[in-house]
């Protein structure tokens, strides 16, 4: 049985008063609370113990009273004993409600003595229908208060308006703390965030003010309005469907094609930032949300030296205000050598975090390259990242995109490229992963003269012994070694051309149409090209050299169907007819 954060007392008689308070009216602001009530007693169950092991577990209990409820033997003589004395133990906090009080009844229980919800002379049973949401809010408010005084603090920031009401949460770190809010007025939804430490308010609020110069730019999350003057500070912020990348790489690597569609989208955002004076400097998973489709949406709040100088002395402290394990691996190298950095090393900077941030997302490892229990002073502090194709799961990383991200980490600025754009340009040069891991696939197999022999020559010993074409089985069988070959070898090669150039858009004739008109007349079923597809990638996986774990194999042969299929499908097109 699930445990009970709010346990639910009332007599049964009353039953329409505790649906009209909570049944169906979900509890704003309170999504992860349990409330527990008689109805969760399923049939057959012992009711009794149901109940007093709901109560056990009970954070806090409410009492809906009337005359019924102090007129129930069961509640008077079991229920409420238990109730208070799990109140004098502290284990349970009672909030008590008069919905039709017998008050001679009432002055027999100790219930005077302990504050109720609302007040004792307008019990609810008195008041007009419209009140009745002013007491549930009422009653949900002291809930939060008791279970969550954080978020109830929070809440409090909007309390008397009517525009936002903060829910839950969303996520926190040393120096902010992020909640879900709903703006009621243009009916969206919002990230509130709140700083912490007030020591950084003067930062906090030159952020904000600096967010002006990128609120036209898609990648960053526009900041709709703030309260730097609020106690505690805040800044109401645009909110995406998702999570931050930080969650989304708790589960592992990214796909290559999504890491350089991210690195593509945040650096062209920040690059067009920094033309206008905006460098970042704090470009980290957990600043980062991915929003559907895998898009990313930066945190507009950048940093400066003064967020260096805080991780310098708090390096290796523990606890909830203190460097994360996050905040070390994304440390920039050039603000820890006891100089200043010059404004215009800052686009390198940038560049330095989005490197490491390719890097993460290519291993799914946190880029640790200090290990030290303090700070460092100079560059030799730093070690060096662990090179990409060490990774298991990374040795079919399109080395175009592996070195791009490894020179943008580069520890000395002047290693790194001479600009993010330079930058950005050169992974621009990364095309389609699945294409890219068949045609790297491919040109490992046929580096071997013996090993493109062994392939082809398993193949069609394969397609002979299984086509159930005839025609084709007699045209393979007399057809000579070094014809199957040639037609094999330009086949395999046109199929990757076709899904490079000619794919999206097949307008005749493309590479393939002469192929495809030869295999017309040999009276092929389309299952027959669906043959050829599957016992092709076998035989290459199977000598693939650099698949040797199921993972990999399995990586490489979707590669290889994801290559493959377009023009596959081309050709079925033309059997067909």
Known sequence: ???????????????????????????????????WSDDEIRPSADWLSEIENSLDRAKIVILLVSKSFLNSKFVCETELPKILQQREANKTKILWVPIEPDMSELAKTKLPGIQGVWPLDNPLNTQPPEVLTVARNKIYDCILRELNPELWQVRQLFHGQHQYEITRRLGEGPSRNVYLGRDHALKRYVSVVILKRMEELDEFQEGLRRTNSVEDLEVFLTVYEAGVDANPPFYIRQYIEGQTLSQRLQNGRLPFRVVRDMLLRLGEGVAVAHRREFFHLNIKPSNIMVGPRDSVYLSALSRRRRYFEWLKGNWGKEGDDHPTDEDYAYAVPEFFRGCVVPRESFDKSDQYLLGLLGYHMITGKLPKRIRLKRAPTSLGDFGALKPIKEFECCRLCPKALGDTVVQMASLEPKERFDSLRDALNRLKQFGEEHLTIAKDSYR???????RKFKVFKEFYDELISQSTSKKAREIFEHMDWKQQYEMLTEAVLLLLVFCEFDALDPKEPTVLSRIANKHSKLDLEVCELDLFQTLLIDAFVRHDPDCVSDVVSKEVKQAWRESLKFGIEFMKRHVSH
Not at 444 to 450: H, I, L, P
């Open 444 to 450: 490992r197999v046929v580096a071997s003269e013996d």
């Open 1 to 35: 049985m699930s445990p009970a954060d709010v346990f639910i007392s009332y007599s049964h008689e009353d039953r329409i008063w505790k649906d009209l308070l909570f049944d169906g009216h979900p509890a704003a602001g309170l999504p992860t609370f349990i409330f």
